[in-house]
């Protein structure tokens, strides 16, 4: 059983930066993959980023490559999201969540995660 809970959402101007922590409970952190996901009002849930469970290999959406990067500390059982040149249709909730699938073509895909936070609103003001 893993239970995650984001923080470091708010509001930013367009251009600005925030980083999002996930912190998780549990002593097998370091087993899973961790990723970020968002959800726009009315839209589906979206991938955003991924990193595997040794830190080694990450992955993101085109949409944020370059601007955002996924990182993980598992001695503080924390990953991180650092978005930078936010822009205002990224506003939504952010999503981190935990799967032990190991095949990374998977990753992107929502229904492989098997744990999930509450979410931190992220509000890109223009």
């Known amino acids: 059983q893993v239970q995650l809970v984001e923080s470091g959402g708010g509001l930013v101007q367009a251009g600005g930066s925030l980083r999002l922590s996930c912190a998780a409970s549990?002593?097998?952190?370091?087993?899973?993959?961790m990723g970020w996901f968002r959800q726009a009002p009315g839209k589906e849930r979206e991938f955003v980023a991924v990193?595997?469970?040794?830190?080694?290999?990450?992955d993101y959406a085109d949409s944020v490559k370059g601007r955002f990067t996924i990182s993980r500390e598992n001695a503080k059982n924390t990953v991180y999201l650092q978005m930078n040149s936010l822009k205002p249709e990224e506003t939504a909730v952010y999503f981190c969540?935990?799967?032990?699938?190991?095949?990374?073509?998977?990753?992107?895909?929502?229904?492989?995660?098997?744990?999930w936070g509450q979410g931190t609103q992220v509000t890109v003001a223009s």
């Open positions: 969540a935990a799967t032990l699938v190991r095949t990374s073509a998977d990753w992107p895909r929502s229904a492989w995660y098997n744990y």
């Open positions: 549990g002593r097998t952190f370091s087993s899973y993959t």
């Open positions: 990193i595997s469970w040794s830190g080694s290999t990450t």
